[in-house]
């Protein structure tokens, strides 16, 4: 028996499910004084679904199931939206762990989601801890499980740092690598070195990009991707990934078409299920990834009815040893895992599922012991002769060079002097200061203007943004230009979010970052 939590006696919404939940062995807990909700919450030991109703103020109610998550593990927020199209909008990031309703949702809809919902109901480490009862032997208790938490948060944390590092090591190895190839402009030998090394060096990027994805600590940034090619580009990485017993087979149907979603996630999603299915074929066997382009009339899948209308499907099918139907229920919950004892998070499957529905998608999986398993996976379709939202080509400036005097800030030695060197080569005058208070001296000393400001965020003894602030009451006219290698929740800690568009993020190449100082500076001109 699942329980539904909501807050407002007076929605038609909220009579509409008490007559549905009337005969059925769920039930309805409405609450009108501001806290209850909350207090039952905190005295739980199940999982309950929150309803809450988003359909006169979506934004609203996505940060009140957010708020619900961050505070409560055991609420399952649930959304009941006019119109589901409006969900894929919003960031993935936002839709972690949410499911939603559609305000036309009918009985089988919303039994489908309670039962979904009693799948998790009863259990709570908190609870098995206090109530003494002994694991079974051999078998991980809820305190392992904890203990695996605590590792995992540290372990990222540590993470964190690594990725800040290392993104300051690629920017310096992308760098270098153009430097290398202006000086040899006409050796195709030393081009192809050149590019075989900044194509590792992206690939890294992206791996730096997925880490943060994965520890949510990077917002996401969907856009148009068309799935065939994501796919292809992924094809060498797999083949080294896969092991060389396993065959794999790549079905690509060129009407397939294009996604919005962000690309290191897609990407991760993909990984994520190869690596499954290799693991379920250690004799060997055939891994296909299939691509499709298919009409949905708007079913329930997984407690979920996506919208009537195209999906791209992605299968990754594998011939391995397979599983129980039991089991099969249980693949997509946190912590399940059929791994050996310390082999496996359980966490895989169900950042997977997340990141799927945070696309707006489905995910099922097809399975039976000794016949392979199949997970099918639908993501809204989208035009690819659309534009884009925000082209990467739009407002582009005509040249890049310039004869301004710009002031670079970073604590990085390395970066600081790789950078000067890209910007007085494209005719920039570049003071140079290695934190705060050095900027500060040379600003100071400086008599004549300086266009542009550029600072990494974190930095000794004081950070860019607070650098920026000191600095603009004595050089309004004075642009800024933020650079950082670290996650964006830390950024944002620091940057308010109107400055997004004075942001750089580390790696960038020389031409991305004199692009930007192009763009800043003639913004600033075009509105003196």
């Not at 009339?297 to 407690?303: K, S």
Request: aromatic residues 4%; proline residues 5%.
């Amino acid at each position: 028996m699942a329980t539904i939590l909501t807050e407002n006696d007076r929605s038609t919404l909220t009579q509409r499910l008490k007559m549905m939940l009337a005969e059925g062995p769920h039930t309805l807990k409405v609450f009108t004084q501001a806290g209850e909700l909350v207090d039952a919450l905190n005295g739980s030991t199940r999982r309950n679904a929150v309803l809450i109703d988003a359909r006169q103020d979506i934004g609203k109610a996505l940060e009140r199931a957010q708020e619900l998550q961050d505070r409560h593990p055991l609420a399952l927020p649930v959304l009941v939206v006019s119109n589901e199209n409006e969900i894929p909008s919003f960031p993935a990031q936002a839709l972690l762990g949410v499911r939603w309703l559609r305000e036309s949702f009918n009985q089988d809809e919303l039994d489908a989601l309670l039962d979904n919902a009693e799948e998790h109901a009863g259990y709570s480490w908190e609870a098995e801890l206090r109530s003494g009862t002994p694991t079974p032997e051999g078998e991980r208790g809820p305190a392992e499980f904890k203990e695996d938490a605590k590792r995992m948060e540290a372990l990222g944390r540590v993470a964190m740092g690594a990725v800040h590092d290392l993104n300051n090591i690629l920017t310096i190895i992308m760098t270098h690598c153009d430097f290398v190839a202006d000086a040899a402009p006409e050796s195709a030998a030393i081009a192809n070195e050149v590019e075989g090394i900044k194509s590792a060096a992206r690939r890294a990027a992206a791996l730096t990009t997925q880490l943060l994805a994965l520890s949510r600590r990077n917002k996401p940034r969907p856009r148009r991707l068309d799935v065939n090619e994501v796919l292809a580009s992924m094809e060498k990485m797999l083949r080294r990934l896969i092991h060389e017993n396993v065959e794999l087979l790549f079905e690509f149907d060129p009407e397939a078409g294009s996604i919005v979603a962000d690309q290191s996630q897609f990407e991760q999603v993909v990984l994520n299920l190869a690596i499954n299915a290799q693991d379920a074929m250690w004799d060997g066997g055939t891994l296909k990834i299939r691509t499709s382009l298919e009409e949905s009339a708007g079913n329930a899948v997984n407690g979920r009815a996506p919208a009537s209308g195209r999906y791209v499907k992605l299968s990754v099918i594998d011939s391995g040893v397979g599983m129980s139907e039991e089991t099969r229920r249980q693949i997509f919950e946190p912590f399940f895992t059929t791994k050996a004892r310390g082999a496996g998070t359980g966490l895989g499957l169900s950042t997977v599922r997340d990141i799927i529905y945070g696309f707006g998608g489905t995910i099922t999986a097809e399975s039976a012991p000794g016949q392979g398993t199949s997970f099918h996976i639908l993501l809204p379709w989208v035009d690819s002769r659309a534009e884009d939202e925000a082209p990467e080509e739009a407002g582009r400036p005509k040249s890049l060079h310039g004869n301004e005097t710009i002031l670079l800030v970073e604590d990085e030695p390395s970066v600081l002097n790789l950078a000067s060197r890209i910007l007085r080569q494209y005719g920039y005058s570049v003071l140079t200061a290695r934190d705060g208070r050095e900027a500060l001296a040379l600003s100071r000393e400086q008599k004549g203007p300086i266009a542009l400001m550029i600072t990494d965020v974190i930095m000794p003894r004081m950070s860019g943004y607070k650098l920026s602030a000191a600095l603009q009451a004595e050089r309004p006219e004075m642009r800024t230009m933020f650079v950082s290698g670290h996650a964006d929740d830390v950024v944002a800690h620091i940057i308010p979010t109107h400055h997004v568009d004075q942001f750089l993020r580390k790696p960038f190449t020389p031409e991305q970052l004199v692009e930007k100082v192009r763009h800043l500076i003639d913004r600033e001109l075009a509105s003196a």
